[in-house]
Nanobody
Framework: QVQLVESGGGLVQPGGSLTLSCAGSGSIFRFYVMGWNRQAPGKQRELVASMSDCGNTNYADSVKGRFTISRDNAKNTVYLQMNSLKPDDTAVYYC????????WGQGTKITVSS
């Protein structure tokens, strides 16, 4: 059982960087698979990055090499470092946590524009 709150969204120039944070609550945070998903206007929500409880990661092809997911279980926080941002990265980004149930944060909006 966790509650998730995302932060770090905003407006950034193409080629810029942002780091998103997702702060969770709960005593078993370390056992959850953590993910970052995004939804652009008119499009379906998609998984962009995830990390298992043992540290395995996967990334969408569109962000691989540019985005890095990490977690600090002592702080109950998962991060998404985003580099070389493109206009196509514009979306609302959602943190989620999965154990036996699927929990979602409220989302934070990223706008990449010149």
């Amino acid at each position: 059982q966790v509650q998730l709150v995302e932060s770090g969204g905003g407006l950034v120039q193409p080629g810029g960087s942002l780091t998103l944070s997702c702060a969770g609550s709960g005593s078993i945070f370390r056992f959850y698979v953590m993910g970052w998903n995004r939804q652009a206007p008119g499009k379906q929500r998609e998984l962009v990055a995830s990390m298992s409880d043992c540290g395995n990661t996967n990334y969408a092809d569109s962000v691989k090499g540019r985005f890095t997911i990490s977690r600090d279980n002592a702080k109950n926080t998962v991060y998404l470092q985003m580099n070389s941002l493109k206009p196509d990265d514009t979306a609302v980004y959602y943190c989620n946590a999965i154990l036996r149930d699927n929990y979602w944060g409220q989302g934070t909006k990223i706008t990449v524009s010149s």
